[in-house]
């Protein structure tokens, strides 16, 4: 199909099929479009957090603001006042029978509330107030004390030292049990951007109200407002050094960590979490080459996970959650490992699966996750954009990474997904190692998987420099300030 029919298709497909209305106003996409208007489809017809964060980039980019202000109010008005998940945002909502429903995980099928979907409001939000120069809307007082729940119900004291969020198995977009309990990539990731988006927030609060740091604070808003800032920023520059230290990893840094000496107690040990040679798996060898680096999976006491996480791995680079050096050493291990990640249907979600007796008791014997399939190293077209925003963002600001062969890299898997998207009916995931086979339980017309084409149509082809759009404040501006 010519690329312009294709767009105008993708197009028509977000506008008049996905995009639905609560009170009378479009809110957000439903999760993949059913067959005809009756049919139902598990939970598919509800709109999703997380699968709106492609929707509401790309609305933001065509200039439709309301839309995605609407979106934000809705979610606020979801976050959850109970005692036990004040502050907690839903992972996905709809109207049924006129009501506004939402569900927190207890109807989802890990039963797990989506931890990612609250980190995710805040840094959207930050990035709708960016783009849409809506500073009024950042200084409310919903908008604000939204922000202190959320920050309440992650800046607070726990049994534990580490700077990290630990969550329960499946509390992101791998929503079912796949190992990933304790200190998920992904999470932390996004705990760094929702971090630094939520000091952005508020200081827009503070400058619209006049405030400046060196004056005595007039209320006791403000004063918890800069309470909370500072507090979010240490947490910040701690969480950095934490993650740089403990999940970074290249062929040097392996070889290191093999010789440790085990079973230390005190306070300068060099084996803080106990890691045992044993655990370090081989393929690692292959797998980093001389030159490649990334953040692994999870870091637990004794357990770490090296498996590869795309999604976390991307967004570590577009944060700037690591150093330029090491994001072009993150593209260069994707670019040697494409024949594993891209293969016939970018990208891959992790890296390797888990199989045998893993598989079993790792999953449950969870026949959606066999191998190669769904979460368990599936492959998901939505997740390319991501990676054409983590690299363009990276030319734009630093010097060039061409020699990897990431343009053409880009450019390959662009004509790939335009190729065999419409062919296979935008369908949600891909099976197998090469991600040739539409996924066994793949819902088709898949709404972040249209918008996903249509995000890597725009940077690729209309305007690269709207990459920008993802630039959080930086630590150091932040810092400064
Ligand atoms: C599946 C995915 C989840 C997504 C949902 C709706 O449950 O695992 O990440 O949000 O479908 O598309």
Avoid at 352 to 368: F, M
Avoid at 405 to 412: E, F, K, M, R, V
Avoid at 464 to 474: G, R, V, Y
Wanted: charge should be neutral; proline fraction near 4%; glycine fraction near 6%.
């Amino acid at each position: 199909m010519k690329e312009e029919l294709l767009v105008q298709l993708a197009k028509s497909l977000l506008y008049e099929k996905a995009l639905v209305k609560l009170d009378g106003k479009f809110v957000g996409a439903i999760a993949s479009i059913p067959k005809n208007k009756n049919s139902q489809d598990l939970n598919y017809n509800e709109v999703f957090i997380r699968d709106n964060v492609p929707v509401m980039i790309y609305l933001l980019l065509e200039g439709k603001y309301e839309i995605v202000r609407h979106f934000l109010n809705t979610c606020l008005r979801l976050q959850s006042s109970q005692f036990q998940t004040r502050g907690i945002f839903p992972t996905s909502f709809a109207e049924i029978e006129g009501k506004l429903v939402a569900d927190y995980g207890q109807r989802a099928i890990g039963r797990v509330c989506s931890v990612d979907a609250s980190l995710w409001w805040v840094i959207l939000a930050y990035i709708y107030v960016k783009k849409s120069g809506d500073r009024t809307w950042a200084a409310t007082f919903e908008v604000q004390s939204g922000i202190q729940h959320l920050l309440n119900l992650i800046l607070h004291p726990s049994f534990r030292d580490s700077p990290t969020l630990f969550v329960p198995d499946g509390a992101f977009m791998i929503d079912r049990a796949l190992d990933v309990w304790g200190n998920p990539v992904e999470i932390q990731v996004l705990l760094y951007g929702a971090l630094l988006s939520a000091v952005g927030l508020i200081q827009v609060d503070l400058e619209e109200k006049g405030y400046t740091d060196c004056q005595s604070s007039a209320s006791a808003l403000i004063d918890r407002q800069l309470y909370q800032k500072s507090y979010a920023i240490a947490w910040l520059k701690n969480l950095r050094s934490y993650m740089l230290k403990h999940y970074w990893v290249n062929s040097k840094i392996v070889q290191t960590l093999r010789r440790r000496p085990t079973e230390q107690y005190g306070d300068s040990v060099t084996n803080e979490y106990n890691i045992q040679t044993e655990t370090i798996p081989h393929w690692l060898q292959e797998w980093l080459g001389d030159q490649g680096g990334y953040l692994i999976g999870n870091v637990r006491t004794g357990r770490p996970d090296f498996r590869f996480f795309t999604l976390g791995n991307c967004l570590g680079a577009t944060f700037d959650l690591i150093s330029p050096a090491q994001q072009r050493s993150l593209f260069h291990l994707m670019c040697q490992n494409q024949t594993a990640l891209f293969a016939q249907m970018p990208l891959r979600i992790c890296h390797p699966p888990l199989d045998n007796e893993d598989w079993r008791k790792k999953t449950g014997y969870d026949r959606k996750n066999l191998p190669w399939c769904y979460h368990n190293a599936g492959h998901w077209p939505c997740l390319f954009w991501f990676f054409v925003i983590a690299t363009l963002r990276h030319k734009c600001h630093q010097s060039s990474v061409d020699h990897l062969g990431i343009d053409i890299l880009l450019q390959d898997n662009y004509e790939l997904l335009a190729r065999r998207l419409p062919q296979q009916n935008w369908a949600e995931y891909f099976d197998g190692p090469n991600g040739v086979w539409v996924g066994q339980q793949a819902r088709l017309y898949q709404t972040w998987t249209i918008v996903g084409f249509l995000l890597t149509h725009h940077f690729l082809k209309v305007n690269p420099e709207d990459t920008n759009i993802m630039d959080l404040p930086s630590l150091k501006d932040i810092e400064n300030a």
